[in-house]
């Protein structure tokens, strides 16, 4: 193997390590696991009564987004065939924007988790201090951002689903891809922008970092498809994130 090789499995097997890590400070803080769960639940409950509405009202979007099969004989499982495609985009955009949508609820939650781990760790490290609500819409800004970037990706990812053996095979891989990478994008954005790092300069530096972006957020993505386990799973993705850009990422 190749010492680019080398350090992209290394770089991958290290993203995995930072999120397990995660899971064990949480595991011997439990407090502060209880304490990053509040916001999690609170997004899980909006986002199951959307799924709900989306899951009971699938064929009738489809019947809507398919007029032209009005005369087709098999038009009605066609178009159930669709509404299932619409709840499982549905539910895939439900794991990507939901860290999103839990870190801007979570805000002062995650703010302190993620302080925690790295006064865990040795310390604060140096940055700008900005008051609570310039950061905060500064966040929810960053993640409408972040969410355009993801629908660039899974609205094609989306259409893709629907080509015959393609769609089961290579648009999940590629689905989990791209998604463990947004995640990572989310997950990270604490610790950096408590080090100064704007959304540009993140981007690139997790992108130079690819492999282990994804060996962090690939698996993050792959439990958050489990029930529950994005909830209770949160606050650990959350501080082993905090590890990453501390440890490696953005060294301090």
Do not use: C
């Not at 350090?7 to 899971?23: L, M, N």
């Not at 065939?81 to 949508?101: D, E, P, R, Y």
């Not at 801007?104 to 310390?123: C, Q, R, T």
């Not at 409408?144 to 999940?172: D, N, R």
């Amino acid at each position: 193997m190749s010492g680019m090789g080398r350090r992209q499995v290394g770089g991958f097997a290290d993203g995995i390590g930072f999120a397990f890590r995660g899971v064990g400070w949480v595991a011997r803080h439990p407090r502060w696991w209880l304490f990053g769960v509040i916001p999690a639940l609170i997004a899980l409950v909006l986002y199951v009564l959307a799924l709900i509405w989306l899951g009971t009202h699938a064929t009738d979007v489809a019947e809507w987004i398919t007029p032209f099969a009005d005369d087709w004989g098999w038009r009605d499982l066609f178009r159930v065939l669709v509404g299932i495609m619409i709840f499982v985009g549905g539910l895939a955009l439900a794991v990507v924007t939901f860290t999103a949508v839990a870190l801007a609820i979570g805000e002062p939650f995650y703010e302190k988790l993620s302080e925690k781990v790295e006064e865990d760790l040795g310390g604060l490290p140096g940055g700008v201090d900005l008051p609570f609500w310039r950061t905060f819409f500064r966040s929810i800004r960053d993640s409408i951002v972040t969410l355009v970037y993801v629908l660039m990706f899974t609205i094609p990812l989306f259409a893709l689903g629907f080509v015959p053996v393609v769609g089961q095979t290579v648009v999940p891989v590629l689905g989990a891809i791209i998604s463990g990478f947004f995640l990572t994008v989310e997950l990270t954005a604490l610790a950096m922008e408590r080090r100064g790092i704007a959304r540009k300069e993140r981007f690139a530096l997790l992108r130079s970092n690819l492999a282990m972006s994804l060996g962090f957020g690939v698996p993050v993505f792959l439990a958050f498809l489990v029930p529950l386990v994005v909830v209770v799973a949160m606050p650990g993705a959350v501080a082993g994130a905090a590890m990453m850009v501390r440890g490696r990422l953005a060294a301090s």
